[in-house]
C-alpha cells in the first residue's frame, strides 16, 4: 500500500505544470552558473599562474645578484583559486588571499586587488549550495503546502482514509513522494552541471570530485528532508491550500 501511495502521488507530482517549469528553471539556473563558474575559474587560474611566474622570476634574479636581500625581502603568496567552487565558494572571495612573509616571519594576511567588495555586489553566486537553498527549497514547498490541505478542500481526503490505509502510511507516502520529485528535479541538473564541466576541461573530474558531489547530494537531500518536513506539517495543520501557503 506504501508503494502505492507513493506511486499515485509521484505520478501526480510529474504531470504537474509545477513540476515541468520547476525542472526547466533548475537546469537552466545550473547550466548558467556552471558556464559562469568555468569562464571566470579560467581567467582567475591564468592570472594566478601568471603572477606566480612572475615572482619566481623575480625572485631567481635577486638569488643571482644578492641572496641576503632576496632572504629579507617582503614577499607575497597568492591563494590560488579553489576548483570545487561550483559547489560552494565558501564566502572565500570576502576573506583574504594573500599573506606576505620572508625567509624568517610571517608578517600578516592580506587582501589582495581584484577581490570582490561585499558592499559593492551583495549578491550570491549562482554555485549549487545557492540552487539548492533557493529554488529547490521552493521547489519543495510547492509539492508540499497543498499535499493535505489541498485534498481536504477537495474532499478526497476522506475517500483515500475510507480505505485500509493508516494515516501515518498516508502521510509517509506522500512525504517520500516528495523527496522522490525533488531528486527527479536536482540529478538533471547535478548531471548537466558536471557534464558542462567535464568538457570545458578547465578541471579535472576525478574520484575527489565524484566524492564531493556525492557528498553533497547526502546533504542536498537531507535538507529537502527537513523542508519538506515543515512544508507537510503546514499543510496537516491547515484547513485549505491558501492558508499553507
Known amino acids: 500500500m506504501l508503494f502505492f501511495i507513493i506511486m499515485r502521488e509521484f505520478r501526480h507530482n510529474i504531470l504537474s505544470l509545477r513540476l515541468h517549469l520547476s525542472l526547466i528553471l533548475t537546469i537552466v539556473v545550473f547550466s548558467l552558473g556552471t558556464i ?25 634574479s635577486l638569488a643571482t645578484s644578492n641572496l641576503s636581500q632576496l632572504a629579507v625581502q617582503r614577499k607575497n603568496q597568492l591563494l590560488e583559486p ?3 567552487s561550483f559547489i560552494n565558494d565558501s564566502r572565500e572571495k570576502y576573506l583574504p588571499n594573500s599573506f606576505e612573509y620572508n ?26 549550495t545557492f540552487v539548492i537553498s533557493i529554488i529547490i527549497g521552493f521547489t519543495v514547498f510547492l509539492f508540499t503546502f497543498d499535499s493535505i490541505s489541498g485534498e481536504k478542500e477537495s474532499r478526497t ?8 490505509v ?9 512525504y517520500l513522494s516528495v523527496l522522490l ?12 552541471s558536471l557534464i558542462i ?5 578547465a578541471i579535472q573530474v ?6 564531493e558531489t556525492a557528498g553533497f547530494f547526502i546533504i542536498g537531500m537531507t535538507f529537502i528532508a527537513c523542508i519538506a518536513a515543515f512544508g507537510m506539517l503546514a499543510s496537516v495543520l491547515s484547513k485549505s491550500a491558501n492558508v499553507s501557503m
Open 36 to 60: 559562469a563558474f568555468v569562464n571566470n575559474y579560467k581567467l582567475e587560474n591564468g592570472a594566478y599562474k601568471r603572477y606566480n611566474d612572475k615572482e619566481i622570476e623575480n625572485m631567481r
Open 82 to 84: 579553489r576548483s570545487n
Open 103 to 128: 625567509s624568517y616571519n610571517v608578517f600578516g594576511f592580506t587582501v589582495k586587488p581584484g577581490s570582490i567588495n561585499p558592499y559593492l555586489q551583495p549578491f550570491l553566486e549562482l554555485n549549487w
Open 157 to 164: 481526503l476522506a475517500i483515500s482514509l475510507a480505505n485500509s
Open 166 to 174: 493508516s494515516r501515518g502510511t498516508l502521510l509517509f507516502g506522500k
Open 181 to 192: 520529485t525533488t531528486a527527479f528535479v536536482l540529478i538533471p541538473g547535478l548531471c548537466i
Open 197 to 201: 564541466i567535464f568538457i570545458s576541461g
Open 206 to 211: 576525478n574520484a575527489v570530485t565524484v566524492m
